[in-house]
């Protein structure tokens, strides 16, 4: 049973229009994050989530907006991609506190041409 | 701020060599850190982590103490395999407990 899933695997989509990514944890945690990992494996924090409420929103494009109807739940929209939004983009989870870890999800490849 | 520095690579070892991958972190407080390791076309996966200055993680065979006076948290392992080749990841969690810091990753291919 996969601790947190997200879909799809695989995104591949024109320039202009618009996406989301579905991420969804069954471990009980209270923190969501979506991270960006660019080509050269950098990893960059976008948002994340405490108990459905916004906690961190770092510097991106208003285009993304995560959404997140439950605390299992946290969910990416993209509107307007641009060709430098391709990237693997990546969900994880975690509990509040020094004594943790986060778990990741698979990722998503999105492509965008 | 909080930040990690982790040693660039990439490294390239032949199989059964001496692994050391520097990491240094600054952070506000006493963090917790943390070595993930993402293998091709997978996602992050928690190799070790130290709560508190001096403790050291161990898993497969790596390991790394954490040293509060060098705010060091280095990743060694005594014989590499083939199977070891992934991009290594070392990381923080500040006392609020919110938000994971990386370092930029460190690719490792091992060869035979």
């Known amino acids: 049973d996969t601790a947190v899933s997200q879909t799809p695997k695989y995104l591949v989509t024109q320039m202009g229009n618009d996406k989301s990514i579905k991420c969804e944890q069954n471990l009980g945690h209270d923190t969501m994050y979506w991270y960006k990992q660019d080509s050269k494996k950098f990893l960059k924090i976008m948002f994340s989530?405490?108990?459905?409420?916004?906690?961190i929103n770092e510097t991106v494009p208003n285009r993304f907006s995560p959404k997140s109807p439950d605390k299992a739940h946290l969910n990416l929209h993209i509107n307007s991609l641009e060709l430098g939004d391709s990237a693997v983009y990546f969900c994880?989870?975690?509990?509040?506190?020094?004594?943790?870890?986060?778990?990741f999800g698979q990722g998503t490849r999105l492509t965008v041409v | 701020g909080n930040s990690v520095t982790q040693m660039e690579g990439p490294v390239t070892l032949s199989e059964e060599a001496f692994l050391t991958i520097n990491c240094t972190y600054t952070?506000?407080?006493?963090?917790?850190l943390f070595w993930y390791v993402q293998y091709p076309g997978e996602g992050l996966q928690l190799l070790l982590k130290?709560?508190?200055?001096?403790d050291k993680g161990s898993n497969k065979g790596f390991e790394a103490t954490y040293r509060k006076e060098t705010t060091s948290f280095h990743l060694e392992k005594g014989s590499v395999q083939v199977s070891d080749s992934a991009v290594y990841f070392c990381a923080l969690i500040r006392n609020t407990g919110n938000q994971f810091y990386f370092g930029t990753g460190t690719s490792l291919t091992v060869i035979p």
């Open positions: 130290a709560t508190k200055a001096d």
């Open positions: 952070a506000t407080g006493y963090p917790s």
């Open positions: 989530y405490n108990n459905k409420e916004l906690i």
């Open positions: 994880a989870s975690s509990w509040t506190g020094l004594n943790t870890e986060a778990f």
